[in-house]
């Protein structure tokens, strides 16, 4: 199986995933966006098994990622739907951040012109962790940076699984073949080691 089949392409799809992800867990650990993160460590996971399974030759472990893919897409639908508002969803909630702490997207305050401003809250000037953080200037919303990102991995995925079948199909049809041609069968061995054998036990039993 060449470079130029399908293969090859799985592992150019497969790097760029782990390459997104990484960029996209950075930001998820400096918006302290805890469900992401966490959803980001096991896409990694998941995306190292399938390029360890297409190089190697392991169709189980490109099916494991084939079927992670599927997930992959409906988590980060979910994303996008959660910073549009869609479905009573809320981008102000706490939900990616299991309520934990009132975070949000770390793009929110350090998007591309974004000028952020704190001003000390009424009554309570002499504590400095109290402020209103205003953000102005921003060229691009903080949520819409965050459905790009979700978009570039559904195209990715889709694209991944498409090929990862693809790949699977292939390897299945090889297996097949070899295992045809006796490829892994042990008799063809056995019987052509058995005559000598057969022959050296006849001759010393014929009568002189």
Same mark, same amino acid.
């Given at each position: 199986?060449?470079?130029?089949?399908? %293969?090859?392409? =799985?592992?150019? #799809?497969?790097?760029?995933?782990? =390459?997104?992800?990484?960029? %996209?867990?950075?930001?998820?650990?400096?918006?302290?966006?805890?469900?992401? #993160?966490?959803?980001?460590?096991?896409?990694?996971?998941?995306?190292?098994?399938?390029? &360890? *399974?297409?190089?190697?030759?392991?169709?189980?472990?490109?099916?494991?990622?084939?079927?992670?893919?599927?997930?992959?897409?409906?988590?980060?639908?979910?994303?996008?739907?959660?910073?549009?508002?869609?479905? *009573?969803?809320? $981008?102000? !909630?706490?939900? =990616?951040?299991?309520?934990?702490?009132? /975070?949000?997207?770390?793009?929110?305050?350090?998007?591309?012109?974004?000028? %952020?401003?704190?001003?000390?809250?009424? *009554?309570?000037? *002499?504590?400095?962790?109290?402020? +209103?953080?205003?953000? #102005?200037?921003?060229?691009?919303?903080?949520?819409? #940076?965050?459905?790009? /990102?979700?978009?570039?991995?559904?195209?990715?995925?889709?694209?991944? &699984?498409?090929?990862?079948?693809?790949?699977? !199909?292939?390897?299945?049809?090889?297996?097949?073949?070899?295992?045809?041609?006796?490829?892994?069968?042990?008799?063809?061995? +056995? /019987?052509?080691?058995? $005559?000598?054998?057969?022959?050296?036990? $006849?001759?010393?039993?014929?009568?002189s």
């Amino acid at each position: 199986m060449g470079c130029c089949t399908g %293969r090859c392409t =799985l592992i150019f #799809i497969c790097t760029l995933q782990l =390459l997104a992800a990484l960029e %996209r867990q950075v930001f998820d650990f400096l918006g302290y966006q805890w469900a992401p #993160i966490l959803a980001n460590f096991l896409h990694i996971i998941i995306v190292i098994l399938g390029l &360890f *399974g297409t190089i190697q030759y392991r169709p189980r472990y490109i099916v494991v990622y084939a079927v992670w893919t599927a997930i992959w897409v409906t988590w980060n639908i979910f994303i996008i739907c959660f910073y549009l508002e869609v479905g *009573g969803l809320s $981008k102000d !909630s706490e939900l =990616l951040t299991f309520n934990i702490s009132q /975070h949000q997207s770390w793009w929110s305050e350090n998007g591309p012109g974004c000028v %952020r401003r704190e001003a000390p809250a009424a *009554g309570i000037a *002499g504590l400095d962790s109290q402020s +209103y953080v205003s953000v #102005i200037g921003c060229t691009l919303e903080y949520r819409y #940076i965050e459905v790009i /990102h979700s978009s570039f991995q559904i195209l990715v995925a889709l694209v991944g &699984f498409v090929y990862a079948c693809y790949v699977v !199909s292939v390897f299945t049809e090889e297996e097949d073949s070899f295992d045809f041609i006796g490829g892994f069968d042990p008799f063809p061995l +056995y /019987h052509v080691n058995e $005559k000598p054998s057969n022959l050296l036990f $006849k001759q010393t039993y014929l009568p002189s």
